[in-house]
């Protein structure tokens, strides 16, 4: 397989995970495994380039998630805790009756959370064992240390 399908200079979550998993294995070792999570953090630039999963795509620049038809957006930089993100994602729900798929959009939500360094969105934003709200910093991504071997 060749080079990820670039859209206007964006992968897509689809094309990254075709590149770095092999999908035709029915087991993999914990090595190999954390290699091809290596490869797909590095085919999604660490979260600095533009990603695309359907119809939402991910503008690193200005930490917006929007969707391409309707050019409703989740503004990263607003959702700093669980109440502020949700509220953002149900008033794009109530407005579209559907037809925008959230789902797409929190499936690229939990992507750029993994690769800005925040953790999976869930762990993020609903950690069960704290009462208190969580602040989350979107910031720089996490960029792991090369490895020795």
């Not at 794009?92 to 959370?113: F, Q, S």
Request: overall charge negative; hydrophobic content about 35%.
């Amino acid at each position: 397989m060749g080079e990820p399908t670039m859209t206007t200079g964006m992968v897509t979550l689809d094309d990254a995970r075709l590149m770095a998993f092999d999908n035709g294995k029915t087991s993999v070792t914990a090595d190999e495994l954390r290699r091809q999570c290596k490869k797909f953090d590095e085919i999604l630039g660490h979260g600095q380039v533009p990603i695309r999963h359907r119809s939402w795509e991910f503008d690193p620049a200005t930490l917006v998630i929007r969707h391409t038809h309707s050019g409703y957006e989740i503004d990263l930089e607003q959702a700093t805790d669980a109440p502020s993100l949700l509220d953002q994602i149900l008033q794009i729900g109530l407005k579209c009756n559907g037809d925008y798929r959230i789902d797409e959009a929190i499936v690229l939500l939990n992507a750029v959370a993994m690769l800005r360094g925040v953790g999976s969105l869930q762990g993020a934003l609903c950690p069960c064992e704290r009462a208190a709200r969580r602040r989350i910093r979107w910031g720089k991504p996490t960029i792991p240390p090369e490895d020795d071997g």
